[in-house]
């Protein structure tokens, strides 16, 4: 679930949350990060939007359990992201 297929088709990103969510509730953040730095999903925007969608389903059916498993694997994803951007460092504009 999550891992490339035989024959080398590509996994649904509907697998690729699935398996991450497993690996979040395993509680090894490392394992999530490796996951997710494997298969590009960091700057994945349909992956980013796919997760906020699943998390709207879920609030809707009142899914609490997997609402808040997507949620803190959306704020863990939002707070990689910021902390990558602040320690880029910042483009001189040099005048021609």
């Known amino acids: 679930m999550g891992y ?3 024959g080398g088709r590509e996994v649904p990103l509907i ?3 699935h398996r991450l969510m497993h690996l979040w509730r395993d509680g090894d953040v490392r394992k999530v990060d490796d996951y997710l730095d494997d298969y590009a999903l960091r700057r994945n ?3 980013l939007r ?3 969608s699943l998390i709207e389903v879920s609030r ?3 899914a609490t359990e997997e609402c808040s498993l997507l949620e803190s694997l959306s704020n863990h994803l939002g707070a990689k992201a910021a902390k ?3 320690t880029r460092p910042l483009a001189l504009e040099v005048d021609a």
């Open 60 to 62: 809707n059916e009142k």
């Open 15 to 17: 697998d690729r949350v």
């Open 45 to 47: 925007e349909l992956f």
């Open 50 to 52: 796919l997760i906020q």
């Open 4 to 6: 490339e297929s035989v």
């Open 84 to 86: 990558a951007d602040t």
